[in-house]
């Protein structure tokens, strides 16, 4: 079936470090790919997805490029806060007996220090 | 702006009781979901209903039973609780059930211990 790997945590950085998060797929097909993140306390919230090869999902200054020859999903930061310190996680749309719904990666928790 | 609301938040069961846990969304999404989350294995799709009067099994439908009451609802019951269920419980909404099945709306998690 279909799955997601992604790097181990807990990955801490100083603020203004460069964050890479690894996220590697198993699927069948084209699925898309979706990057969410889990603030301390709260449910997840979409971060940014991406539905084709080549695609770059952006958004509060993160990024992620489709990449189907490596079937890889890395989630980038140039510049990270203290505020970005919670659970990323990478999910792809999977079928579930003729339907659809997110398959998600174990997590990765990014503690960014002052 | 509730979007969706679970409850309860938090409890605490002994093997074998049961229980319910309730989850609303008034954003009139078709689809809903239920997935359990367990250190180091990320989120598991327990049940989800792509729309009202319909349920389909996730990954780990064993031990749980799921009703979609109606378009806002979706409950999920635990007849017999078993340790191994203790977990954090989050409920989800999507706007519909479609080949690229996008965003996710999710509660804000209810945490169950079984003992």
């Known amino acids: 079936g279909d799955s997601v790997t992604q790097m181990e945590g807990p990955v801490t950085l100083s603020e203004e470090a460069f964050l890479t998060i690894n996220c590697t797929y198993t699927a069948t097909g084209y699925p898309s790919l979706f990057w969410y993140v889990q603030y301390p306390g709260e449910g997840l919230q979409l971060l940014l997805k991406?539905?084709?090869?080549?695609d770059k999902g952006s958004n509060k200054g993160f990024e992620a490029t489709y990449r189907k020859e490596t079937t890889s999903f890395h989630l980038e930061k140039g510049s990270v806060q203290v505020s970005d310190s919670a659970v990323y996680f990478c999910?792809?749309?999977?079928?579930?007996?003729?339907?659809?719904?997110?398959?998600f990666g174990s997590g990765t928790r990014l503690q960014v220090q002052p | 702006n509730a979007g969706v609301t679970q409850t309860p938040k938090f409890q605490v069961l002994k093997t074998g009781q049961s229980m319910t846990l309730q989850c609303a969304q008034d954003?009139?999404?078709?689809?809903m979901y239920w997935y359990r989350q367990d250190p180091g294995m990320g989120l598991r799709l327990i049940y989800y209903?792509?729309?009202?009067?319909?349920?389909d099994k996730g990954e780990v439908p064993n031990g749980y039973n799921v009703s979609r009451l109606n378009k806002r609802e979706f409950s999920l019951r635990l007849e017999s609780a078993a340790p191994s269920q203790t977990s954090v419980y989050f409920c989800?909404?999507?706007?519909?059930?479609?080949?690229?099945?996008?965003?996710?709306?999710f509660g804000e998690g209810s945490r169950l211990t079984v003992l």
């Open positions: 954003m009139n999404h078709n689809s």
């Open positions: 209903s792509a729309s009202e009067g319909t349920t």
């Open positions: 999910a792809l749309s999977s079928h579930y007996g003729g339907r659809r719904a997110l398959t």
């Open positions: 989800a909404s999507s706007e519909a059930d479609t080949e690229r099945t996008g965003e996710l709306f």
């Open positions: 991406a539905t084709k090869a080549d």
